[in-house]
């Protein structure tokens, strides 16, 4: 079969409850860049499925005592699923299959490696604003000499913002690849695997923007040499 017509398969994990929009913007992204997406849930969480690619996606902080860190008052968490995403992280990272990891799902990669979080952010912010937008109104600064580079076309562009929580201590084998104007980290990848990236924004929702494309583009042809 020609390598055009090959639709590796892409899992999209979420909560078992909520998270439909993420899904549905998420499903466009994979399908439009030539996969096919399959939706992973705690409840539905296709363990023992092929996948040739895999998002880990956005939704709640991550429970702290994954990373050595106290409980906060007021805030979701979801540790059924933080438990089902690092099984398939450590699935994917074993056997090297591609992935993009996306806000918490960044932020549960860096855990699973070693690393920790801010909890919150406010306190951090001297440039950029607290509030949480779909609009790309927050400025992302690219590292010049990365794969996130290649696949932006630019080292510096408008991204959104959904997040209270970020990388503050770096995992193993991670590099920091983008920050915004406040030096919070924005985005890692891993130089050593073929496609290993994670952003702390949503480039599901940036759909009508080309180089926010790019990055399911490069997901999805990345996962096809896995067929």
Not at 152 to 166: F, K, M, V
């Amino acid at each position: 079969m020609p390598e055009t017509l090959l639709r590796p398969v892409i899992g999209v994990t979420g909560p078992d409850q909520g998270g439909d929009h993420a899904w549905y913007f998420t499903r466009c992204a994979i399908v439009r860049a030539g996969g096919k997406p399959l939706r992973l849930t705690p409840k539905n969480s296709h363990l023992n499925e092929v996948l040739d690619g895999i998002v880990i996606g956005g939704g709640d902080d991550i429970y702290p005592t994954l990373y050595e860190s106290e409980v906060l008052p007021n805030t979701r968490y979801d540790k059924g699923r933080d438990m089902f995403e690092l099984i398939h992280i450590e699935k994917a990272l074993k056997q090297n299959i591609p992935m993009l990891a996306i806000c918490r799902g960044e932020q549960l990669l860096n855990t699973y490696l070693g690393g920790n979080l801010h909890q919150d952010l406010r306190k951090l912010r001297h440039f950029t604003r607290n509030r949480w937008t779909v609009l790309p109104l927050k400025t992302l600064l690219v590292e010049p000499d990365s794969q996130l580079k290649e696949l932006l076309g630019t080292t510096r562009c408008r991204i959104n913002s959904l997040h209270s929580q970020a990388i503050d201590q770096l995992g193993r084998g991670l590099r920091i690849v983008g920050r915004d104007l406040d030096d919070i980290v924005q985005a890692v990848e891993d130089p050593s695997r073929p496609f290993l990236i994670g952003v702390q924004w949503h480039p599901e929702y940036l759909f009508y923007i080309s180089r926010q494309r790019n990055l399911f583009r490069a997901l999805v042809q990345s996962a096809r040499q896995l067929i």
